[in-house]
Nanobody
Framework: QVQVLESRGGLVQAGDSLRLSCAAS????????MGWFRQAPGKEREFVAA????????LYADSVKGRFTISRDNAKNIVYLQMDSLEPEDTAIYYC??????????????????WGQGTQVTVSS
């Protein structure tokens, strides 16, 4: 069983930056494609970004492209989500998720097997 744990989010102002991190257990972390999703109040969970197991291929939602950057450090079993130029519309609970070993990068939440508990990010205007 893989355990996924997000870092604490926070309250920031519009235009600020925030970096989320996500640690995943297991010696096979380097074989997992990883993704970030978010869910705002009253809305469905949506895809934010994903990175393949090697870290050389990424996907982004159009709403965050150019502002958010996903990366990973396989030596530390950590994936990061750098969020710049934050907007109030980015306010949501952010979830980190892992696919099973050797699966390709994906946008659909149904493709991810392991999920963290989520962390709140609030952006004030």
């Amino acid at each position: 069983q893989v355990q996924v744990l997000e870092s604490r989010g926070g309250l920031v102002q519009a235009g600020d930056s925030l970096r989320l991190s996500c640690a995943a257990s297991g010696r096979t972390f380097s074989t997992y494609a990883m993704g970030w999703f978010r869910q705002a109040p009253g809305k469905e969970r949506e895809f934010v970004a994903a990175v393949n197991w090697r870290g050389d291929s990424t996907l982004y939602a159009d709403s965050v492209k150019g502002r958010f950057t996903i990366s990973r450090d396989n030596a530390k079993n950590i994936v990061y989500l750098q969020m710049d130029s934050l907007e109030p519309e980015d306010t949501a609970i952010y979830y980190c998720a892992a696919r099973t070993s050797w699966r390709p990068i994906a946008r659909s939440s149904s493709e991810y097997a392991y999920w963290g508990q989520g962390t709140q990010v609030t952006v004030s205007s």
